[in-house]
Structure formats: C-alpha cells, structure tokens
C-alpha cells in the first residue's frame, strides 16, 4: 500500500523561500510520476510540479515556473519542492501525490496515491 508523508509547509511573508518534502513507502514499481499538487479554499486542486521518477523530466504549472523547483531525493522514494519569490496566491494546502499511469504529468485525475497536505501561507 502506497503512503505518501508531506512536511515544510509554514507561513512565511511574500519573497520567501519554503522547501516541502515527500516521503513515499509501499511502491510496486520504479517507474512512476509523482508530483505536487494544491488547492486554496473555494478552488479547485491543481498541478504545480511533476517528475518521472527514473528519468528525471519535471513538469511545471505556468504560475510557478522558475519560482519552484521539484526534485528527487537519493533514494527515489523521496521529492522536494523548492519553492522561491513566494507570493499570496501561491498559499493553499500542498498535496503530495503519485501515479504509475503513463504520460500523467499535472493531471490531477490521473493520480491515484494521496498524501495529507501540508499548509502553506503566504502573507503580503
């Protein structure tokens, strides 16, 4: 059975820096997408960042691109996510998220492994 444990998520004021972590156990294969996902109050979730774990393409929302940074740790099992120059509307309640199915990348539907969340807020 798949888990997936978010950290790192805080408040923080506009211009700073937060790094999330994913920590994922119960994998059947190598081969996988994983990525981050949020969602603010009354919006609906979408995708911030992706990777195919195993050839390392990252994927990135328009909003975020050159501000967050997805990565993976040593082990596989593990993804970050950078994120930079933080503004109010990046705060929402993060995601962790994984899939094994094909060509995935930001597709909220398409993943089917769910971690808790953790919050981040961004005050102006």
């Known amino acids: 059975q798949v888990q997936l444990v978010e950290s790192g998520g805080a408040s923080v004021q506009a211009g700073g820096s937060l790094r999330l972590s994913c920590v994922g156990s119960?994998?059947?294969?190598?081969?996988?997408?994983m990525g981050w996902f949020r969602q603010a109050p009354g919006a609906e979730r979408e995708g911030v960042a992706a990777?195919?774990?195993?050839?390392?393409?990252?994927y990135y929302a328009d909003s975020v691109k050159g501000r967050f940074t997805i990565s993976q740790g040593n082990t596989r099992n593990t993804v970050y996510l950078q994120m930079n120059s933080l503004k109010p509307e990046d705060t929402a309640m993060y995601y962790c998220?994984?899939?094994?199915?094909?060509?995935?990348?930001?597709?909220?539907?398409?993943?089917?492994?769910w971690g808790q969340g953790t919050q981040v807020t961004v005050s102006s």
């Open positions: 990777i195919y774990i195993g050839f390392d393409n990252t």
């Open positions: 998220a994984a899939t094994y199915s094909p060509g995935s990348r930001l597709s909220v539907k398409a993943y089917n492994f």
């Open positions: 119960g994998f059947l294969y190598s081969r996988r997408y």
